[in-house]
């Protein structure tokens, strides 16, 4: 372990693995880093890169100067930053990929600080803005069940349902004798 000073208050901790190889190096006006094991907080016993354990509610918070945005990157090695998540300071956040083969990241997600969300769209204008460039736009799929139902409501009232049951497609409104079908 080595304590330093660079003679104008700023200083160093370094701590070296035999061989003089430096594993964790704290620096009060530069990088910090560890390098080399897992990094436990709140844990003796860390599983992964960064472990944080609480005994209550655990808490991850990034907090970004007035005006600025907040942003966790997620990627690989050759592609450090094909996903993020972004608060972007006005109210919003957004999720953005990198399409593989032209490399250009867009914005693919936004929850909008009113509620509203967008999926393809960066000004959502309902409660669910969906706008993209393939057919089917969205698709229901229940797997191996008979019937997919899609219900619709309002204030929590059934007001009508769509179903479809093998090759046929019904339309009803709630309390309706006889659905559309199709």
Do not use: M, W
């Amino acid at each position: 372990i080595y304590l330093q000073n660079d003679g104008s208050q700023n200083g160093n901790i370094v701590i070296n693995q035999n061989g003089g190889v430096t594993r964790i190096q704290l620096h009060s006006d530069g990088d910090s880093y560890f390098n080399g094991g897992d990094v436990g907080i709140g844990t003796t016993s860390p599983d992964r890169l960064l472990h944080v354990r609480s005994t209550g509610d655990a808490l991850f918070i990034i907090t970004s100067g007035d005006g600025s945005a907040a942003y966790i990157e997620l990627g690989d090695a050759s592609n450090g930053d094909a996903g993020k998540i972004v608060y972007d300071n006005g109210d919003n956040l957004t999720f953005t990929t990198t399409n593989p083969s032209d490399n250009q990241t867009t914005e693919k997600l936004r929850i909008q600080g009113d509620g509203k969300v967008g999926i393809g769209d960066s000004s959502p204008a309902a409660g669910l803005d969906v706008k993209v460039d393939t057919n089917p736009v969205l698709a229901i799929d229940r797997g191996s069940a008979n019937t997919t139902n899609f219900n619709l409501q309002y204030n929590g009232t059934l007001t009508g349902q769509c179903s479809a049951a093998n090759q046929d497609f019904e339309i009803s409104a709630a309390g309706a004798s006889t659905p559309l079908s199709f």
